[in-house]
Nanobody, 111 residues
Framework: VQLVEGGGGLVQPGESLTLTCIASGSIGTSDMGWYRQAPGKQREFVAR???????DYSESVKGRFTIARNDAQNTINLNMNSLKPDDTALYYC???????WGQGTLVTVSS
């Protein structure tokens, strides 16, 4: 299975953006998630959703970001609201089983 992310871009603080990850094959019952890596920092967890649609989020995005999955289309989305400059990063899609990463999509939040 390969993962392809899209939807990144340049936005101003306070604006919204939706990221999409498309899997080339079935994601089955695997957990899916989003991670991000800001310049000069380590990759960090953002959000995760399991096959029962239970989601959890990092404290830094809780209440602003929403993760969703569509198993019929093998996709997950990340709806990001009230974006801040600290959200600027390369965002990666992750499939837990088998362990698979996308190539990343860049989100830049700047005025």
């Amino acid at each position: 299975v390969q993962l392809v992310e899209g939807g990144g871009g340049l936005v101003q603080p306070g604006e919204s953006l939706t990221l999409t990850c498309i899997a080339s094959g079935s994601i089955g019952t695997s957990d899916m998630g989003w991670y991000r890596q800001a310049p000069g920092k380590q990759r960090e967890f953002v959000a995760r959703i399991d096959s029962n649609l239970r989601a959890d989020y990092s404290e830094s995005v809780k209440g602003r970001f929403t993760i969703a999955r569509n198993d019929a289309q093998n996709t997950i989305n990340l709806n990001m609201n009230s974006l801040k400059p600290d959200d600027t990063a390369l965002y990666y899609c992750h499939l837990a089983f088998p362990d698979t990463w996308g190539q990343g999509t860049l989100v830049t939040v700047s005025s």
